[in-house]
């Protein structure tokens, strides 16, 4: 196969999507993160469902560095500067709120691979996949961007799982 399929259902997807979307993102829970996501917004649900679904890649870094305890024996622990990142693929849906014009109610989830590197050693940081989902508001704009605050669940190693998340995204037609 010249293409691999991963590109075939992306341009299908681009097909029946209403257009592209980027959101930069903070999110505080006992450190501080930085995001993003870029997607396919604006999927159309089954006859009966309100509302409308996104698919897209999100990504976090821990930019500033974090200390982290490591037990190595029942009596010697290492403490090392940890950056985390993760990444992976998630979806979310929008639903109106018919009482507050340009409201919606947002709630998202996805999986996505987490690493850490260990400044100035060469000891690799925990790793592996783990899941993530949120609950939130979305205020949308008369133009094409719109704001999204709300609460995250992402269990990452030495993190705290519970964040409060804030972001701004824009859909590119």
Known sequence: MRYPVWILILAAGAACAQGLFVEPRLSIGSDLQAGGRAGLAGFTPPAGIRGTWSAFVD????????????????????????????????????????????WFLVTGAGIAYTAGSYAGTAREAQSGLTGWGGLGVRYATDGNYYWEGGVECRPLPHIAPFRLLIQMGWVLK
Do not use: C, F, K, M
């Open 59 to 102: 990504g976090e870094i821990r930019p500033l560095p974090e200390a982290v305890r490591v037990r190595i024996s029942p009596t010697l622990t290492h403490q090392y500067r940890e950056t985390r990142y993760d990444i992976g693929p998630g979806v979310a849906w929008a639903l109106p709120l018919d009482e507050w014009e340009n």
